[in-house]
């Protein structure tokens, strides 16, 4: 197995308080690129670091000597950019039953990005502009089908993997953006790869987290018993719920709970109780560390009955997906895309194995693994790369390399 196009980023030695920023401007691109950058010293053990996988070799194993370090650029940003507001927001109708929210941030002449949130159900936030420059992006967010401030909330009818690629399509169409950066993490990878290889022709680059590709087998890894070795404590919360008898298929369990239109068993808010364990069980296994802010999410009756609901809706059904492995089978509509991947080496909701398959499908994306990271986009490793695939893919883009 080749390791072309690999990189594990060792963690940094140094605290996570990183130093005041200095800035330089930049205007090699299209308009004027504001480049954050740590101190030389920071930036120098940072790049010193990135090595790809073939740090030792069979020859090196016993001194352990590292080989030369696979060098990024010095000038790159590789850390989150400051709260901004968006410049415009709005809502599209979609169908007749949906309307999603959108907002725009950034730079309103800037290369477009569309960020594509996770869940399914998940919803966007305000720290998802963070990844991308304002100077240079045109920074586009939205809510899926029922998630967010879309409407009408959790609903599940005409809630497909094709729906939402209809709506990315009548989005761009709506702002005028002729072609897309495209960044996606966990589900949002997964909606990435489905769109892309729909509509090729429409991404300029993408810039993939946290893969997850809805085969069989990371359902069940997830939400059937595997990951319950790592996070027992988590684990037993969700599978008491369900009574023993029906623990055959807890995916099958939940959506029988998530989906109930008996009155009495609303009236004892059994569905709500049902999206709290489900939304919990993802929320405490998301980080490498417990992350509080994280887990008090599931406390949220309303974001876990979208959350909860459409996760569901979409695990029962394959993601809609013709076979199991549709995504991989149609990775040639896209191995010409610029593509970085990020992916923490300790992601239990979303195992390195699914990351790894995609790799070998297409060894021409730049895939990138942040050894001391889990499933969040918000850890330290995995957050730094994320921003220094969007720094890379401006300067790619800005010169027509897509």
């Known amino acids: 197995m080749s390791s072309i ?13 990183l130093p005041p920023f200095t800035h330089t401007w930049c205007t090699t691109t299209l308009f004027p690129i504001k480049i954050r950058r740590t101190s030389e010293k920071r930036n120098s053990i940072l790049l010193n670091q990135s090595r790809n996988l073939e740090y030792y070799n069979s020859e090196q194993q016993e001194n352990l000597e590292p080989m030369e370090p696979k060098i990024l650029s010095p000038a790159i940003n590789r850390n989150m950019y400051p709260d901004i507001e968006p410049y415009n927001t709005g809502f599209l109708k979609v169908s007749d039953i949906h309307t999603i929210y959108y907002e725009q941030s950034g730079n309103p002449d800037g290369l477009p990005v569309v960020f594509l949130h996770g869940g399914p159900g ?16 045109r920074i586009i967010l939205f809510d899926q089908r029922g998630a967010g401030k879309s409407t009408p909330h959790a609903c599940l009818e005409e809630n497909t993997t094709w729906d939402l690629i209809n709506d990315i399509e009548k989005l ?21 790869l489905a769109y892309s290889e729909s509509h090729p022709e429409k991404v300029t680059g993408m810039v993939l987290r946290g893969i997850f590709l809805l085969r069989k087998k990371e359902i069940d ?21 369900i009574p023993e008898s029906e623990r055959g298929c807890f995916v099958d369990a939940y959506h029988k709970r998530l989906n109930s239109n008996d009155k009495e068993t609303q009236e004892k808010s059994c569905t709500y109780a049902a999206a709290r364990a489900w939304t919990k069980w993802e929320m405490m296994t998301a980080h490498l560390l417990p992350n509080e802010v994280t887990v008090k999410r599931g406390d949220d009756d309303e974001f876990c009955l979208a959350f909860a609901r459409i996760e569901n809706h979409y695990f029962v059904n394959k993601g809609f ?15 010409h895309i610029n593509t970085v991947i990020v992916q923490g080496r300790y992601d239990v909701c979303c ?13 021409e994306a730049d895939l990138r693994i942040v050894p001391d990271a889990g499933h969040s986009a918000n850890e330290p490793g995995t957050s730094s790369e994320l921003v220094a695939a969007t720094e890379k893919m401006k300067r790619i883009i800005a010169e027509g390399g897509h």
Do not use: C
Request: glycine share 8%; charged share 20%.
């Open 221 to 241: 890894w997830f939400y059937e018993g595997g990951a319950s070795a790592i996070f027992p404590d988590a684990w037993e919360p969700f599978r008491d719920l």
């Open 321 to 335: 997906f013709p076979s199991d492995s549709y995504l991989l089978d149609n990775i040639d509509k896209i191995k």
């Open 351 to 363: 195992p390195l194995m699914s990351a790894w398959d995609l790799h070998k499908a297409w060894p």
């Open 172 to 192: 761009r169409e709506h702002l005028q953006v002729p072609e897309w950066l495209v960044f996606g993490g966990s589900w949002g990878s997964t909606l990435a």
């Open 122 to 137: 998940g919803g966007t936030s305000p720290t998802n502009r963070k990844f991308f420059d304002p100077v240079s992006y």
């Open 5 to 17: 196009g690999i990189t594990i980023i060792p963690p940094p030695k140094t605290s996570f308080l």
